[in-house]
């Protein structure tokens, strides 16, 4: 619509609504729907939610947030499993660690007991 038509309507407009007359209304609809008025108030009203989507919404948000408490207890629980298992696990590595270093030095001091026992049947003084 061009601008010489809505100055048509807002002067008709000015002229007949006094605010109390039904022929003022109609003109001063006529210029707001001329003026792309509908299209405006459809695309603000369509800015804001219905109160069953702000429902719905809700809802939704309220069952993230039950998964996500049931998903952190869960991460929780294995978390503290984890860290129980990793301590088990290192008093077995420390134990075996302590089972082999006692194993190797008695090979080593069985080994020291042979070689002076040979030394000794061969007259070889260890000590010079």
Known sequence: ??????????????HVADGSSAAGA??????????????????????FATRREVESLEKRLGETRAELAATRKELTAELAQARHEMGEMERRL???????????????????SAVSNLAGRFGVDTHK
């Not at 109609?26 to 800015?47: H, M, Y």
């Not at 420390?94 to 089972?99: A, T």
């Not at 082999?100 to 090979?107: C, E, I």
């Open 94 to 112: 420390n134990s075996n660690s302590e089972e082999r270093a006692v194993q190797t030095h008695d090979r080593i001091n069985d080994v020291l």
């Open 1 to 14: 619509m061009t601008l010489v038509t809505l100055a048509f309507f807002a002067d008709q407009a000015a």
């Open 26 to 47: 109609i003109w001063l609809t006529g210029a707001f729907a001329a003026a792309g008025g509908v299209t405006a108030v459809i695309n603000l009203a369509a800015l």
